[in-house]
């Protein structure tokens, strides 16, 4: 029988999508789940910076949806009978961006963010409208930068890349305003008495005004970590939410674990800064780093795992429950912790290099980046697949990829399928036996050295854009030599902990390590930041499903 046959639509158009309306009997299925409340016109519901949970069914009447700003209020949608309220933040608890007001006296259904958790893990086809009208809510939001956050930078700026990449990568829409080109933004800057010295400023909902503050301050500002009770005992606390600590939330939550994750940046990991993974299966057209955490965290948070953007600082292990120790201060108890920190980019030896990164030397190819240097010659340092990817990717907006490798050709370390899209670029010129030598430039890298280690020759070239994809070092300083690590710094589990590891760890149980445990009982690795890992998205997330059938066998113990 054909899908028409049975009276389904063929294809449900973007906007059906987004702004569904239900059936009477999903109407009902709902109410189940919630309370009727009666409104009056002019009611407000929500107010912006409330918290996200309440979440509306209009049975009869309507509701709009307003942006409030300094000046005047625009009204962004309007719900009638059959439609529901609601985006990514309904489920995260963090506060609302809108005014929600009835415009007409009417009935509705209410739920809270509990019960609105409980209907879409319980009912599959209205947990499917939910999830995807929430997510493709939130998709337009950011694309027409509606939010409550204006960011006011400039573009030769690393901090103001910082907090693009910051914003970006946690699907929080803003508008941004860049001084080098807005002639208008004296005007703002006056009203808010900033001096141009103090940008990148960042104006948080609407009134508190942020000179170049860190991720934390920004994330406290969003309200991001509002809703999280950092005191309370987690069954599991996984540190880092690259794609195996997010697939631990996931497979973690949705096996009923009480879970918390941490998280010193955004959701993706070093997954998030690539521009498009080809190789995850399922996925024949490539999907970008980005789109993929994004969708991971929506999945995470609808199981009921909750984030916290805080760094993992220390690593309490001398005590049941665990502690870890969070850079604001806070304590987190942990029956079983998943250490997901992954690997951070490994640097040039160059005395200058940090004054010049966001302002032309930059370790993603994401289409922030792509946009900064389009239409110029780019530099790609790097012979991996991550290096391979940034140059594809870049070939198609700038006018040349210089491709830098310190060996004789890509085949020992790139996967065939990118070293035969590079040929078949010929806006990619590779250049082996070199290395990076000297970077020079004022606040932005202007021009740049590089050296033929077969000849000697040294090279001075205008490149203003540098990309070093040159491999990652594991983050493993802040475990507080609480577990066995390699030589390297990666952390070893199961069958890779000696008898001498463990005696030296006091491992106090009869039974060995289980496959991903540490030399601590109940405290796992996963992903990247093991010893051993295949540095793989897939093979991250691999792991991070498989400890958590571990973590069950602990919490039993
Ligand atoms: C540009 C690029 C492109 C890539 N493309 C592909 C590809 O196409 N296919 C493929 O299979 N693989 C690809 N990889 C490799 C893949 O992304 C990694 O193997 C994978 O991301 C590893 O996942 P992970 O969760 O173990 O660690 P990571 O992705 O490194 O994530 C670790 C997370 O932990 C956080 N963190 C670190 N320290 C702390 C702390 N103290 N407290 C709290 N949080 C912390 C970090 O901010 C980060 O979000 C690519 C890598 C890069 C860099």
């Known amino acids: 029988m054909t899908d028409e046959a049975r009276g389904l639509p063929l294809a449900i158009s973007r906007a059906e999508q987004t702004f569904p309306r239900l059936t009477p009997a999903q109407i009902r299925r709902i109410a189940a789940h919630g309370h009727s409340r009666r409104v009056q016109s002019g009611e407000v519901l929500l107010e912006p910076r409330g918290s996200g949970a309440s979440f509306f069914v209009v049975v009869s009447g309507e509701l709009e949806v307003i942006r409030p700003s300094r000046a005047e209020e625009t009204v962004v949608a309007v719900f009638g009978p ?210 993929l955490a994004g969708r991971a965290y929506t999945q995470a948070q609808k199981f009921g795992a909750q984030m916290l953007i805080a760094s993992g600082a220390r690593l309490a292990c001398d005590r049941k429950p665990y502690v870890v120790e969070v850079d604001n201060g806070a304590k987190i108890p942990a029956r079983t912790v998943v250490i997901a920190t992954g690997a951070q980019y490994r640097k040039l030896p160059l005395e200058n290099l940090s004054r010049f990164e966001g302002a032309g030397v930059y370790y993603g190819a994401t289409y922030v980046e792509a946009q900064l240097c389009s239409g110029e010659e780019v530099i790609v340092v790097g012979g991996g697949n991550s290096a391979g990817q940034a140059a594809v990717f870049l070939a198609k907006t700038t006018e040349r990829v210089h491709l830098l490798v310190r060996s004789a050709g890509l085949a020992e370390t790139m996967s065939r399928y990118l070293i035969r899209r590079i040929e078949a670029t010929p806006t990619i010129v590779l250049w082996p036996y070199t290395e990076i030598v000297a970077l020079e430039g004022d606040d932005h890298l202007e021009s740049v050295q590089w050296r033929n280690s077969r000849t000697g020759q040294v090279e001075k070239r205008k490149i203003r854009h540098l990309f070093l994809m040159t491999g990652a070092v594991p983050n493993t300083h802040w475990l507080n030599d609480c577990v066995a690590l390699d030589a390297k710094g990666f952390v070893k589990t199961g069958p890779d902990l000696s008898p001498e590891d463990l005696t030296a760890a006091h491992w106090p149980l009869a039974r060995p390590p289980y496959l991903l445990e540490t030399s601590v009982p109940g405290v796992f690795a996963v992903g990247d930041v093991r010893r051993g890992s295949v540095k793989r998205v897939a093979a991250a997330v691999g792991d991070g499903s498989i400890a958590i059938s571990f973590v069950h066998e602990v919490l039993q113990e």
């Not at 929600?100 to 893990?121: F, M, N, W, Y």
């Not at 209205?126 to 009208?133: D, F, K, W, Y």
């Not at 699907?171 to 103090?198: C, G, K, M, T, W």
């Open 82 to 291: 059959g439609q529901f309220t609601g985006e990514v933040n309904t489920l995260s608890g963090r506060p609302m961006f809108f005014k929600l007001r009835a415009t007409k006296p009417g009935e509705l259904i209410e739920l809270d963010r509990e019960h609105v958790l409980a209907l879409v893990q319980t009912d599959a086809e209205l947990g499917e409208i939910l999830m995807r009208a929430f997510i493709l809510r939130r998709v337009e939001l950011v694309a027409a930068g509606v939010g409550n956050v204006v960011l006011v930078g400039s573009s030769n700026s690393a901090s103001t890349l910082r907090i693009k990449e910051f914003l970006m990568r946690n699907s929080q829409p803003y508008s941004y305003i860049d001084v080098e080109r807005d002639p208008a933004v004296q005007n703002l800057l006056d009203s808010f008495h900033i001096a141009a010295s103090e940008i990148p400023v960042v104006i948080c909902r609407g009134e508190l005004v942020l000179r170049n503050p860190t991720n934390q301050q920004l994330a406290d500002c969003l309200g991001f970590n509002e809703t999280v009770d950092a005191s309370q005992i987690r069954d599991l606390v996984v540190v880092g939410a690259g794609p195996s600590g997010l697939a631990a939330a996931v497979y973690g939550a949705s096996e009923g674990l009480g879970v918390l994750v941490l998280e010193t940046n955004a959701p993706g990991g070093q997954a998030g800064s690539s521009s498009s993974i080809e190789n995850y299966l399922g996925f024949p057209t490539g999907i970008s780093g980005q789109e």
